[in-house]
């Protein structure tokens, strides 16, 4: 969180009687007074990065609008939680990080897409989840937009299914389109759907390859191209590519670990993503839109994973949790594009490095 008079305003105690629309449901009411789950938010991280001017100026307007008697018992408890000994953030992502933001999330049905979009949706965006399977039954896999939208809802978010099919370049344009009637200009974009075949070169049919190219390449490119125009009026956005350990080399020879092959095509689109990630990232570096890759550090027992039997039975425990990619890809599309863009990063690592404990969904 930056101090400014933009990120006060946004985070700040409303006058007596009068509500600020921040969060909506995240208000907290006091008698007449509104006041947002934020500016205590707001003054907690001032606490723990030891910014007295920040907590005088909260103290100051408090007492300026008749707030005091109704906000001290909430300081007080702020206080008792703040710790000194910890010498920094509380551990996790914060509340509202993504506050009157806009997100698309494709594949978002099941697995890392619909963790990513909960976790957005809980951090205040209005996220709109995509993918082929609206309703349960509908697909081999476990998981629907229906369920996702359910599970967000269930925790008072904003969000809205647009069923997609990501190899139609229609369809591409017909989602933006509607995302954008539905909540305004685009701010996050993650591009997570993935077609996914493994079978050797040798064997593996030109219908299948384009598929796999057009849903997983082709559509990240298109829907980035769709969302930029708008990022860059505003000079501001996020951009996230999901990729896999799978994009590395083989290491070889002698190639052990590869005998058989399956892997490449699937590779070969993960590695264009990263690719793309950069490039991107460094033509629009001086416009505020940040560009990221994000990968598990391991593997993670999505539906699809467990069905192309990635994971040995009975050890699944010991697969990665979705919610460190979730948090992972939280953390990407909040922070500074400045200096957090240009990225291919693996979630465990990334997580360590920012400090942040993965958080139950």
Same mark, same amino acid.
């Given at each position: 969180?930056?101090?400014?008079?933009?990120?006060?305003?946004?985070?700040?105690?409303?006058?007596?009687?009068?509500?600020?629309?921040?969060?909506?449901?995240?208000?907290?009411?006091?008698?007449?007074?509104?006041?947002?789950?934020?500016?205590?938010?707001?003054?907690?991280?001032?606490?723990?990065?030891?910014?007295?001017?920040?907590?005088?100026?909260?103290?100051?307007?408090?007492?300026?609008?008749?707030? !005091?008697?109704?906000?001290?018992?909430?300081?007080?408890?702020?206080?008792?939680?703040?710790?000194?000994?910890?010498?920094?953030?509380?551990?996790?992502?914060?509340?509202?990080?993504?506050?009157?933001?806009?997100?698309?999330?494709?594949?978002?049905?099941?697995?890392?897409?619909?963790?990513?979009?909960?976790?957005?949706?809980?951090?205040?965006?209005?996220?709109?989840?995509?993918?082929?399977?609206?309703?349960?039954?509908?697909?081999?896999?476990?998981?629907?937009?229906?369920?996702?939208?359910?599970?967000?809802?269930?925790?008072?978010?904003?969000?809205?299914?647009?069923?997609?099919?990501?190899?139609?370049?229609?369809?591409?344009?017909?989602?933006?389109?509607?995302?954008?009637?539905?909540?305004?200009?685009?701010?996050?974009?993650?591009?997570?759907?993935?077609?996914?075949?493994?079978?050797?070169?040798?064997?593996?049919?030109?219908?299948?390859?384009?598929?796999?190219?057009?849903?997983?390449?082709?559509?990240?490119?298109?829907?980035?191209?769709?969302?930029?125009?708008?990022?860059?009026?505003?000079?501001?956005? !996020?951009?996230?590519?999901?990729?896999?350990?799978?994009?590395?080399?083989?290491?070889?020879?002698?190639?052990?670990?590869?005998?058989?092959?399956?892997?490449?095509?699937?590779?070969?689109?993960?590695?264009?993503?990263?690719?793309?990630?950069?490039?991107?990232?460094?033509?629009?570096?001086?416009?505020?839109?940040?560009?990221?890759?994000?990968?598990?550090?391991?593997?993670?027992?999505?539906?699809?994973?467990?069905?192309?039997?990635?994971?040995?039975?009975?050890?699944?425990?010991?697969?990665?949790?979705?919610?460190?990619?979730?948090?992972?890809?939280?953390?990407?599309?909040?922070?500074?594009?400045?200096?957090?863009?240009?990225?291919?990063?693996?979630?465990?690592?990334?997580?360590?490095?920012?400090?942040?404990?993965?958080?139950?969904?």
């Amino acid at each position: 969180m930056r101090f400014s008079p933009m990120s006060w305003e946004i985070a700040c105690l409303a006058c007596p009687g009068k509500p600020v629309p921040v969060c909506g449901s995240r208000r907290v009411k006091r008698g007449k007074t509104f006041l947002c789950r934020s500016a205590f938010h707001y003054l907690h991280v001032a606490l723990c990065r030891r910014r007295a001017d920040v907590v005088q100026t909260f103290l100051l307007r408090a007492t300026v609008n008749f707030c !005091w008697g109704k906000v001290g018992k909430n300081l007080s408890r702020l206080f008792e939680e703040y710790d000194e000994s910890k010498g920094g953030l509380p551990k996790g992502n914060t509340v509202d990080t993504l506050c009157d933001t806009v997100a698309i999330v494709t594949g978002a049905s099941r697995g890392i897409g619909n963790a990513i979009a909960r976790r957005f949706a809980a951090e205040g965006a209005s996220v709109v989840v995509t993918a082929r399977t609206m309703r349960a039954g509908e697909s081999k896999f476990t998981g629907s937009l229906e369920e996702t939208v359910a599970q967000i809802e269930a925790v008072g978010g904003t969000t809205a299914p647009i069923v997609a099919d990501l190899s139609v370049e229609e369809d591409r344009e017909r989602l933006v389109a509607e995302a954008e009637r539905l909540y305004g200009q685009v701010d996050i974009l993650v591009n997570n759907a993935a077609v996914t075949f493994f079978r050797p070169v040798a064997d593996f049919s030109m219908n299948r390859f384009h598929l796999m190219m057009e849903v997983q390449v082709a559509s990240a490119f298109d829907l980035s191209q769709r969302v930029l125009p708008g990022m860059l009026v505003r000079e501001r956005g !996020w951009i996230l590519q999901v990729s896999s350990l799978a994009a590395r080399h083989p290491q070889g020879p002698p190639y052990l670990f590869q005998i058989g092959g399956g892997g490449t095509v699937y590779g070969m689109c993960k590695a264009a993503l990263e690719r793309f990630t950069t490039g991107l990232a460094s033509e629009v570096y001086d416009k505020g839109i940040a560009v990221n890759c994000l990968s598990p550090s391991g593997v993670v027992a999505t539906p699809g994973v467990m069905h192309h039997k990635l994971i040995p039975a009975g050890m699944e425990e010991h697969a990665e949790p979705v919610e460190a990619m979730a948090d992972a890809a939280l953390s990407l599309c909040s922070g500074d594009p400045k200096k957090m863009t240009g990225k291919v990063v693996y979630s465990l690592s990334h997580l360590a490095e920012m400090g942040i404990e993965p958080q139950p969904l």
